[in-house]
């Protein structure tokens, strides 16, 4: 790797850009109707956008297929934190590497516009594959590339935001494009100045309605389930060679090794972003057929951080009497995070839902082993007591049950 140094807002790194953390992910399904129902309805996501593709993107890759629709959904303000695409069009449009590589995209935040620019630039004179570049619906400009393994991935910035209305942006303003601008680019602020000067109206974009019955209390706040979903990932996946894996996740995307474990005499890699112990998870291949887990899928598992303890054992509760199967992983999986609930989503996908993330301070050491709390399996306590870095770490911003209902005239 080159010795030269970038100066990313005033600070050099080894590259033109800092990942700050895991903004979004997305997996292909068979029927995104069919999963939209769970991960919406049961683990309490919000639908931003849909796009069907047999209106975008006609043709034979689509026949057969029962929902053409892609799914943007949301846990907080960014239009999108979670994608649900029709696997048969994925197939047509990005030809995945493998025939198991079910996640379309691992998507990074980075700090400015500047930095997805030159991120690009950069890894091209690297020889990195470059497959697309750009900006889609939810306005965040991209780069995507895929890792050595072929999960595309994607560095990010200036994801559309959705407030208190519920109302993402209307696709007259969506703003698709195959390339990157001449810097500076004009301010979000100045394009929707623009989308109203043309007479766009700035109000019609699309506001989905939860009409599930609010019932339980969540914190003093009635919600439709006994939990919030309050961040995404980390994410889990298998890779074709790991040391390969962990260069590429580390010396070229920049991401921190927290920690390493063994599990069934093979390696396993904890990285991150930020100060949380982890934002992903590289395992090798091999390990699938010894945890048991599905054989089509390079993911493992994809995480779901709820509001509290309470709500994590709440959700055990709820999702098992709602039929959702539970599972049991090695706790060497899931190093960084003591109580987990791995839930089988009806598509196949297993959801990492859990309430706490070790945090690691400005020395870069993770607690020692001796002193993380012990977890029986199968042992839920009703209460625990709290650690140093109990509720630590990104904080969700806003209502827990922000408006998605409709307006009153």
Known sequence: MSREKFSVGGVLYDRPFKIRRLNHFGISVDNTGESLKFYRDVLGFYVSDSIDTALSDPGPWLDGVPDTKIYFLRHNSDHHTFV?????????????????????????????????VEARKWLVTLGQKVDRYGRDPGSNWHTYFPDPTGHTNELEYGIEQVGWDGLSKPVAMWPWRNDHPELPFKSEVTEVAEAGARGIDIFSG??????????YDVGGVLLARPFKPVRVGPVSIFVADIDTAVAFYTVRLGLTVSEETVVSGKRVVFLRANTEHHSLVLLPLELRSILGVRDDSTLLAFGVQL?????????????????VKVIDLPQELHLGIDYVVHAVAPDGNMIQLYYYMEQVGWN????????????????WPETLDALSDTYDGETFWGHWASRQGHLLA
């Open 206 to 215: 699309h506001r989905w309605t939860d009409d599930l019955p609010k019932t």
């Open 307 to 323: 509001g509290s303890y309470e709500q994590l054992r709440a959700a055990k509760n709820f999702l098992e009497k709602n039929g």
């Open 364 to 379: 870069g050491q993770v607690r020692k082993p001796a002193n993380r709390r012990r977890v029986v399996p199968g042992v």
């Open 84 to 116: 649900l695409m029709p696997r048969p069009w994925i197939e047509h449009f990005e030809p995945p590497q493998r025939t198991d590589l079910t996640v379309n995209q691992i998507t990074w935040q980075v700090g400015s516009l500047c930095e997805v």
